[in-house]
Structure formats: C-alpha cells, structure tokens
C-alpha cells in the first residue's frame, strides 16, 4: 500500500500563489506518474496535471496551464505543485494521487490513478 498526504493549502487572494506538497509512504514507485485533481463544490473531481516518474515531463488542463507546474523529489518521495496568479475558479479540494503501473503514456483520468490523498483545501478569494 502507498499513503498519499497533501499539505500546504490555505486562504489567498485572486492573483496570487501557492505551493502544495505531496508526501508518500509505505510501498513507492518511482516509476508510476504523479498527478493532481481538485473538486470544486458542487462539481466531479477533475484533472489538474501530472508528472512522470522521472521528472522530465508535465502536462496539464489547458485552463492552468501556463500558471501551474509541478516538481518532483523522488529521493523524499515527495512532489509538489506551484500555483501562480490563481483564479477564483481554482478554489477546491486538491488530491494527489499515484497512477497504476498499467497506465501508460500520460494518465489524466480518475481511473488512471490508484493511490488518493485526503485532500487539501485551497480557496482563491476575489
């Protein structure tokens, strides 16, 4: 089993930053992709972005992208996403997860990912 823990949320106003950590234990891979998704209230979880296992590529949903990357220590079994000039429409719960080592190429959908953190709030103010 892996245990996923997020941290690093908060309160900050619309055009803003912040930093979100992900910290794994139990049985890691480094070879598996990282990812993030946030859920908004009242709406389904959703794809932010996501890394593979060396740290060589990042993709993400066209609507962070430019805004959002994401980093990697796998010596700390850690990974991390930077958020820059947040939107209000950012506000959600973050999860990271850890996609199945059957997913291959570049694993955006829920099913893709089999590890789940408990989730971090983040809400952008206007």
């Known amino acids: 089993q892996v245990q996923l823990v997020e941290s690093g949320g908060g309160l900050v106003q619309a055009g803003g930053s912040l930093s979100l950590s992900c910290a794994a234990s139990?049985?890691?891979?480094?070879?598996?992709?990282m990812g993030w998704f946030r859920q908004a209230p009242g709406k389904e979880r959703e794809f932010v972005g996501a890394?593979?296992?060396?740290?060589?590529?990042?993709y993400f949903q066209d609507s962070v992208k430019g805004r959002f990357t994401i980093s990697r220590d796998n010596a700390k079994n850690t990974v991390y996403l930077r958020m820059n000039s947040l939107k209000p429409e950012d506000t959600g719960v973050y999860h990271c997860a850890r996609a199945r080592s059957t997913s291959w190429g570049t694993p955006a959908a829920i099913y893709d990912y089999e590890y789940w953190g408990q989730g971090t709030q983040v809400t952008v103010s206007s």
């Open positions: 139990g049985r890691t891979d480094s070879s598996a992709a």
């Open positions: 890394i593979n296992w060396s740290g060589t590529r990042t």
